[in-house]
Structures are given as C-alpha cells and as structure tokens.
C-alpha cells in the first residue's frame, strides 16, 4: 500500500505541470531532426548539475535562468501569453528537483528538463498520466479557443527504463501559429527526467533523446 501511494503522489505531482503551451512564440522547428541518424547527428552535450545527467542538443540551443527566458518572452510575447508561459514555468521551478531552460535563437525552439525524484513506472500508470494530460487540456480550452489535436502517445520500457512520450498539436484562432508540444518522462539508473519541447512544425526529437546519459 505504501509503494502504491508513493506512486500515486508522484503521479499526482505531475498534474500541475502538464499544462501545454499555449503562447505563439516566433519559432521554427529543427528541420534537420527527422533527416539525421544517432551516429551522425549534430548537437552538443549539456550538463545537469544537480544529477550529472548529459543532455543531446542541437548545436544552437543555449542555456537560459528562469529570469533570462521570462525576459525573452516579455519581448516576443502579448501579455497575456506571458502570464500563460511564466505561470507554465513557476510550475516548473517549484516541482522537486531543478529546471534547466534551453532556447535555440535560430528557430525559436525551447526545450526545457526537469531533473525528479526517482520512480519506475509502468504502462499503466502512462494510462492514468494521459489521463492528466487531457483532463488539463480540457480545463484550458474553457477558457480558450484552444485546440489539442494528439499527434502521439506512446509507452515503453522494461523493469530498467522506462519511457512515457506525448505529442500535441494546439491551434486555436487567436493563436498567431500552430504550436507542437512533445513531453517526455524518462526512468532510469535511478534517476527520472521530465522533458518539454516546444516548435511550430512537428520535430522527431527521440534521435537525441535516446543519446541522453543519466548516470
């Protein structure tokens, strides 16, 4: 019983945090993702402090503070898709474990991980945070004119790793774009990652995700 709460916090944990983005930030998506293989992929590593974990990124994302990237918004953003982005992000920061921002100025594209306290988890348990996912979209669209359209979801894993993947289209009229939003839980080596990648095209980004090191 005990295991079974533990794992229902840590589900439950994850509601507050799976709002998508809404905000039509000026991006492009990385356009040479679905055309490279993991051998000759471009990028560059990225280290977490506080776990040693390496992230794979393309070569033109840099590291932004919570306080840099909510800058950068302001100036790209109405007011109103900021308070939607910087809400999304508080969130973020306020979930056990830290956040790391990356933004790629060349296409506009935001990738953004959060190291998590470790738990294994099974398809299942994807079940009910699919389950998450759509009741806040639900939520988001009675305030809204958003539309989430579900590109994927899809689990994998072994009693070693385990691996939950969304992806969602949102459109809506008073949206000036498109926006793909992918999300990624990753369990391994005692360590769990959650993963947040914003585009306006829809990107495959499982070839650098699978170069990810935790240790």
Do not use: W
Request: aromatic content about 12%; some cysteine; hydrophobic content about 30%.
């Amino acid at each position: 019983m005990k295991k079974y709460n533990n794992l229902l916090l840590h589900i439950m944990n994850f509601k507050s945090i799976f709002y998508l983005i809404l905000i039509s930030l000026i991006t492009l998506s990385c356009n040479n993702s679905k055309k490279t293989t993991n051998k000759n992929l471009p990028g560059t590593y990225h280290f977490l402090e506080d776990t040693g974990t390496q992230v794979f990124l393309p070569e033109d994302f840099e590291r932004y503070s919570l306080t840099k990237y909510q800058r950068l918004l302001d100036s790209l953003t109405t007011k109103k898709e900021y308070e939607i982005e910087s809400e999304r992000l508080q969130s973020l920061s306020k979930m056990d474990g830290a956040l790391y921002i990356y933004y790629n100025k060349e296409d506009g594209s935001t990738f953004t991980i959060n190291t998590r306290p470790y738990f294994a988890f099974t398809k299942k348990d994807a079940t009910q945070l699919l389950g998450l996912i759509t009741e806040n979209n639900d939520k988001v669209k009675e305030n809204s004119d958003a539309k989430f359209t579900k590109i994927t979801a899809k689990y994998g894993g072994d009693k070693n790793q385990q691996l939950f993947k969304t992806v969602y289209k949102v459109s809506g009229k008073s949206m000036k774009n498109d926006v793909y939003n992918a999300s990624y839980i990753i369990s391994s080596k005692g360590q769990t990652v959650f993963i947040q990648i914003s585009t306006l095209k829809e990107v495959n980004f499982d070839p650098y995700l699978e170069k990810i090191i935790l240790k």
